[in-house]
């Protein structure tokens, strides 16, 4: 999961909302329901901070013909008073027209479309992707899976475990797309290094944006490459360590 560094406060009308943010979670989900003519502006502003990325999955939904939807990283009917305060907003793959097909596919739902995320989160257990430190609960393995980084105690490992099983991250739509992409990385890592090319320009292809876009699973890159992501990042993009 990659820090999601917020940036202003969403624009006029999101202000404007949250300057008198509802105290129920009936209003919450009347007045966020109501003010649906304004979220594409909102949508845009953070797929925008986070590079297009799904701020959980760091899926890149629009590479997979899919959408997103605005997510409440604490949930509006938890605590409808932050319903419009932009530093709860993310942005996060499957739109409401998505969910229809993953259902006819047999596909679960990920990210804030996830059933454990919709029934109720413990969020001193949950791990934000607007918490800075969030990339060190979680690591990423050859086959695809998600799992809790090693070295960490008791505590933080139940919280990376709790939060991968919340969002469904480990569902098999991500796990076989990670794993594919971890099999591509490696097989340009081999070719790179039998043909003597520079390893540090292949990281920087998939670490660094193009056009305010990174690629699909960023963390994931970035772990792959270890400490010659972190010289390619040192250089090239520090804004994202």
Same mark, same amino acid.
């Given at each position: 999961?990659?820090?999601?560094?917020? #940036?202003?406060?969403?624009?006029?009308?999101?202000? =404007?909302?949250? !300057?008198?943010?509802?105290?129920?979670?009936?209003? %919450?989900? &009347?007045?966020?329901?109501?003010?649906?003519?304004?979220?594409?502006?909102?949508?845009?502003?953070?797929?925008?901070?986070?590079?297009?990325?799904?701020?959980?999955?760091?899926?890149?939904?629009?590479?997979?013909?899919?959408?997103? #939807?605005?997510?409440?990283?604490?949930?509006?009917? =938890?605590?409808? !008073?932050?319903?419009?305060?932009?530093?709860?907003? %993310?942005? &996060?793959?499957?739109?409401?027209?998505?969910?229809?097909?993953?259902?006819?596919?047999?596909?679960?739902?990920?990210?804030?479309?996830?059933?454990?995320?919709?029934?109720?989160?413990?969020?001193?257990?949950?791990?934000?992707?607007?918490?800075?430190?969030?990339?060190?609960?979680?690591?990423?393995?050859?086959?695809?899976?998600?799992?809790?980084?090693?070295?960490?105690?008791?505590?933080?490992?139940?919280?990376?475990?709790?939060?991968?099983?919340?969002?469904?991250?480990?569902?098999?739509?991500?796990?076989?797309?990670r794993k594919n992409w971890w099999g591509e990385l490696d097989k340009l890592l081999e070719e790179h290094t039998n043909k003597g090319w520079d390893i540090l320009d292949l990281a920087a292809i998939?670490?660094?944006?193009?056009?305010?876009?990174l690629s699909r699973f960023f963390s994931l890159t970035r772990q792959f490459f270890g400490p010659k992501a972190e010289l390619v990042l040192q250089k090239d993009a520090p804004h994202l360590l």
């Amino acid at each position: 999961m990659r820090h999601v560094r917020k #940036h202003g406060n969403g624009g006029f009308h999101l202000a =404007q909302a949250h !300057a008198n943010p509802p105290m129920t979670p009936e209003q %919450a989900t &009347s007045r966020w329901h109501n003010f649906r003519q304004h979220k594409q502006g909102v949508m845009k502003l953070l797929l925008n901070e986070q590079y297009t990325l799904c701020c959980y999955s760091e899926l890149r939904a629009d590479e997979e013909g899919l959408g997103c #939807h605005i997510e409440h990283v604490e949930n509006k009917g =938890q605590n409808p !008073a932050r319903t419009f305060d932009y530093t709860n907003l %993310a942005a &996060s793959a499957l739109q409401s027209d998505d969910l229809h097909t993953f259902k006819l596919r047999g596909e679960d739902a990920f990210g804030g479309h996830a059933v454990g995320k919709q029934q109720g989160v413990d969020m001193n257990r949950f791990v934000s992707c607007h918490q800075p430190d969030c990339r060190n609960f979680f690591s990423y393995l050859s086959d695809g899976r998600i799992v809790p980084a090693a070295g960490l105690d008791k505590i933080d490992n139940d919280r990376a475990q709790y939060t991968i099983d919340l969002l469904n991250l480990n569902c098999p739509f991500l796990q076989v797309r990670r794993k594919n992409w971890w099999g591509e990385l490696d097989k340009l890592l081999e070719e790179h290094t039998n043909k003597g090319w520079d390893i540090l320009d292949l990281a920087a292809i998939d670490l660094t944006p193009a056009n305010n876009k990174l690629s699909r699973f960023f963390s994931l890159t970035r772990q792959f490459f270890g400490p010659k992501a972190e010289l390619v990042l040192q250089k090239d993009a520090p804004h994202l360590l």
